[in-house]
């Protein structure tokens, strides 16, 4: 399972997109930061003037020609003083950033939830072709056996016309279990590429104890971890954040300003060339009076959007506490079923050494033999599958607490 996670991580293109995600959150976050920043620009600008006096009442020029160039250069500085506006743009891409991060946490899980899903798919699958292998071998066995009586003229031919139909039918159910291999192992495709042409299902499968589970990963932690619940909290949070952005539109800004201005000529009809260098500093102080009601306008709006992220905070809870129930429950009533399978196991091969032991000392028929193998065979084969089923409701449980580990969960699946 953690090779088949590494060769996810090589190719899935879902989380390329969320660290660009990631990244663009990061890029908010300085663009706001650099709203509180002076501005500062410089303006150069050249002009050729031409003129021509056609007609003037003065007593020295009545009329005359002159041309000359003009250069400005202007250094402007604008240093916002108070912007409610602008300022709380940062607290809000920071909520923003929060979200993106909550989100992305939320899909990797997700993505790894998936993988694994995948993963015991095709184990599941594997138990299934191994356990219909089983009854084609137990099958084959018993029809040689039933071939070998009819030629001795102990068994009935009809016995062994119905032992071929059952091999018959097990071989056809083997080449279901078969295919249905193939299509989880093309599921799995999606995530390792299909260099992968099957997976080891191994003999013994550590699953954890449901109750000591319960007691790490309980209902109230759930609410703290929850990728869910994190989600809808930090998109209320934002909500909050875009609502105070909003009422700062009906507070008045200020910008302290510094204007340099170089301006030379060279020349003129009048006389000589100048060169001016002039300097302002102000201050600019602007107050909304009305805006026709927009302002109020967007502030219930974001006011009602506060109040439908809050539900959303108790609807995630809801649903994941629901979700926590339902799979906790499903995991209890596994483990019962494994440990239930497991007694079983412990008879059957009881019954099978006694069986043997009988059949030794000439008082067991084979075919009673055969029997007891068989389901010695097939209670292992449900066993591992049984525990299987847990490990999957145990990472969905994981899953659901955003604590998926896959690497732990590989060693766990290899114990």
Not at 216 to 242: G, Y
């Amino acid at each position: 399972m953690a090779e088949a996670f590494g060769r996810m991580q090589g190719q899935e293109l879902q989380l390329q997109i969320l660290d660009l995600e990631r990244e663009v959150a990061e890029e908010v976050v300085r663009q706001a930061r650099a709203q509180r920043l002076p501005r500062v620009s410089l303006r150069f600008q050249t002009s050729y003037t031409q003129q021509d006096i056609l007609s003037a009442d003065n007593t020295t020029f009545s009329s005359g020609q002159s041309e000359f160039p003009t250069t400005s250069i202007a250094l402007q500085v604008s240093q916002p003083l108070y912007d409610a506006t602008a300022f709380r743009a940062m607290p809000v891409a920071q909520a923003e950033q929060a979200v993106v991060a909550a989100e992305a946490e939320q899909a990797r899980q997700e993505i790894a939830g998936r993988l694994v899903g995948s993963y015991l798919s095709v184990a599941e699958a594997a138990l299934d072709v191994r356990q219909a292998e089983v009854l084609v071998r137990a099958r084959t066995q018993l029809e040689r056996i039933l071939e070998l009586e009819v030629q001795a003229g102990r068994a009935d031919r009809r016995l062994l016309d119905r032992a071929t139909g059952d091999t018959f039918g097990a071989r056809a159910e083997l080449s279901d279990a078969q295919l249905g291999r193939s299509d989880a192992l093309f599921d799995l495709y999606r995530f390792t590429g299909p260099e992968v042409t099957s997976v080891v299902v191994p003999a013994s499968i550590g699953i954890p104890s449901i109750s000591n589970f319960a007691s790490t990963f309980s209902r109230d932690r759930l609410l703290q971890m929850s990728p869910r619940v994190e989600i809808a909290r930090a998109r209320a949070a934002l909500a909050r954040k875009r609502l105070e952005q909003i009422k700062g539109e009906r507070l008045p800004s200020a910008n302290l300003t510094l204007d340099v201005t170089r301006e030379r000529t060279e020349g003129s009809l009048f006389g000589g060339g100048s060169d001016v260098q002039s300097s302002e500093l102000g201050l600019s102080v602007d107050v909304p009076i009305y805006e026709g009601g927009v302002v109020r306008s967007r502030i219930r709006e974001a006011e009602t959007r506060v109040q439908i992220e809050d539900l959303r905070v108790r609807e995630a809870a809801d649903l994941v506490t629901r979700r926590y129930g339902a799979l906790l429950e499903a995991a209890q009533q596994s483990q019962a079923r494994t440990a239930a399978i497991g007694q079983q196991l412990n008879e059957a091969r009881q019954e099978l050494a006694g069986a043997r032991a009988a059949g030794d000392a000439g008082r067991a028929d084979a075919r009673l033999l055969l029997e007891q193998g068989l389901r010695v065979d097939i209670l292992a084969v449900e066993l591992q599958a049984s525990r299987l089923r847990t490990l999957r409701i145990q990472a969905e449980l994981l899953t659901l607490f955003g604590a998926l580990d896959v690497g732990a969960l590989s060693q766990q699946l290899s114990s």
